[in-house]
């Protein structure tokens, strides 16, 4: 449901809600702040926004609904010049990293912001709670698997796939 509603908001160039709570004030806060620092600084001066926690493509599409009501859309499609890397950490995030990517490169509304972006996806992998939860072994190899299942879903939608550790 919450994938549909942010699809439908994308498409429509929904505008934020008149009220906003004190934690929505502060979430706009941060992309105005990004904004800033690109405009004041140049576009190198804000990095990847990493989605903590990602566990589907919802996490992500949020970052570009919230982007777009800062102000940060630019040009006549609305484009949000900043590279969004969901943060796979966790077992079951490790084990559906692959799936979950596949499912967000399918995403019309994300792949034309992939496609304003390079065609390149970034991804942090975390090794913490794989470790905390199934062990330092049996994380590694998660890592491995994820790894190779999220560059099996970039090659088959002709996106180049770019990885950050976080350790």
């Known amino acids: 449901e919450r994938i549909e509603r942010l699809r439908d ?3 429509r160039d929904e505008s934020p809600p008149q009220v906003l709570e004190a934690a929505g004030k502060r979430a ?3 992309f105005e702040a990004m904004d800033y620092c690109r405009h004041r600084y140049g576009a190198a001066a804000v990095g990847s926004y990493v989605v903590s926690m990602a566990r589907d493509i919802d996490d992500v599409l949020s970052v570009l609904l919230l ?3 800062a102000g940060m859309a630019e040009g006549p499609g609305g484009q949000v010049p900043l590279d969004i890397a969901p943060l796979f ?3 079951q995030a490790l084990e559906e990293a692959g ?3 596949a499912r967000l490169l399918a995403d019309p509304a994300y792949r034309a912001h992939l496609a304003d972006r390079g065609n390149r996806q970034a991804v942090m992998l975390g090794y913490s709670d794989s470790n905390k939860s199934a062990g330092v072994v049996a994380s590694r190899w998660l890592l491995r ?3 190779e299942a999220m560059v099996a879903a970039c090659d088959a939608a002709g996106v180049q796939l770019v990885v950050f550790h976080g350790r």
């Open 99 to 101: 799936a979950i990517i």
């Open 145 to 147: 698997r994820a790894q």
């Open 89 to 91: 950490e966790s077992v």
């Open 28 to 30: 706009l806060w941060v």
């Open 67 to 69: 982007a777009r009501w």
């Open 9 to 11: 908001a994308l498409a």
